[in-house]
């Protein structure tokens, strides 16, 4: 068995669904029929994507719909959401920069975010 790789969305789903219920990965490769270990192979992998911290309290979420927290209720910010805030706020900052050097510092940031994405995939 290719260690979570074969594994049908379906169950998948039903992985992380009984995995937020508090069920142990053995419990749920019992209840699957898959070894516990594709079962934590899939979820440490999954995880690393997905576990996101609360940017107000802290607290790990694992829910990975989860809108809100669950522990103090407020919304839950996405790598999209900031970085569309990062970029409203330099929009902003540069609003009145003359267009040359606007072009220049949209580049830099895109050249800075490539860089940064190859650095985080090849870790
Ligand atoms: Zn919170």
Known sequence: MGRGTNLSEATKAEILRLSCEGKSGAEIGRTLGISRGTVSAFL?????QNIRSCEYCGKAIKDSEAVFCPYCGKK?????????AHLA???????????????VIFKAIA?????????EGGK
């Open 44 to 48: 440490t992998r999954y995880g690393r």
């Open 76 to 84: 839950i910010l996405t790598d999209r959401d900031r970085l569309e």
């Open 89 to 103: 706020e330099i929009r902003k900052a540069t609003s009145e920069f003359p267009a040359t050097q606007r072009d």
């Open 111 to 119: 050249e800075v975010s490539k860089i940064a994405k190859k650095m």
